[in-house]
């Protein structure tokens, strides 16, 4: 069994900037792409960031020059960078990892959720 562990959500002024961090804990051989997706309430969960093994990433355009991801593949840990945050990027922002385990098979892992609220 695998999870994953956001922090770093919080309140955070419009124009401001803040940094989610996940963490994958558990029996890991290998985690492939990892990314997060975000949710509005009533709406489905969106794509946010993702990156994989090798440092290609793919950002959505709704955040894309704003924010950035990154991953330390030795801590097996994905950052999320949210620059000149504005107020539609308020939701709870979710952490997914492609984790590779013991037997060589690779399962979709999600967090719990952080909850980002931009608002002056």
């Known amino acids: 069994q695998v999870q994953l562990v956001e922090s770093g959500g919080g309140l955070v002024q419009p124009g401001g900037s803040r940094g989610l961090s996940c963490a994958a804990a558990?029996?890991?051989?290998?985690?492939?792409?990892m990314g997060w997706a975000r949710q509005y309430p009533g709406k489905q969960r969106e794509l946010v960031a993702t990156i994989n093994r090798g440092g290609s990433t793919n950002i959505a355009d709704s955040v894309k020059g704003r924010f950035t991801i990154s991953r330390d593949n030795a801590k097996n840990t994905v950052n999320l960078q949210m620059n000149t945050l504005k107020p539609e990027d308020t939701a709870v922002y979710y952490c997914n990892a492609e984790v590779v385990g013991v037997d060589r098979r690779w399962r979709n892992y999600w967090g719990q959720g952080t909850q980002v609220t931009v608002s002056s």
């Open positions: 558990g029996t890991i051989l290998e985690i492939n792409a």
